[in-house]
């Protein structure tokens, strides 16, 4: 069981950008892929983007392909989400989750620990 926690979340205008970070807890954590989900008002949790231990694999949600980068610091347990270009559709609550001596995946129920979340709010 990892333990995570979201961070740099916050209000932007469209066109805007921001960065969340998710830092796992331990100095010295099992090997693990990393997702980013987010969940809109009155919406189910969708798949956003993910990334291997190793960082050499990324998948990403239509939508947020050429605008969203996914990337990992092993030696700092952090994965970040930069997001540039952000839309007012980009507005959700966004949480990263890992999936344990496992590859990336899309699938909600593939991942093992979850974090709080962070809020993303877009104006236009």
């Known amino acids: 069981q990892v333990q995570l926690v979201e961070s740099g979340g916050g209000l932007v205008q469209a066109g805007g950008s921001l960065r969340l970070s998710c830092a796992a807890s331990g100095r010295t954590v099992s090997r693990y892929a990393t997702g980013w989900f987010r969940q809109a008002p009155g919406k189910e949790r969708e798949f956003v983007a993910a990334?291997?231990?190793?960082?050499?694999?990324?998948d990403y949600v239509d939508s947020v392909k050429g605008r969203f980068t996914i990337s990992r610091d092993n030696a700092k347990n952090t994965v970040y989400l930069q997001m540039n270009s952000l839309k007012p559709e980009d507005t959700a609550a966004y949480y990263c989750a890992a999936r344990l001596w496992g590859g990336t995946s899309v699938s909600l129920r593939d991942y093992n620990s979850w974090g709080q979340g962070t809020q993303v709010t877009v104006s236009s």
């Open positions: 990334i291997s231990w190793s960082g050499g694999s990324t």
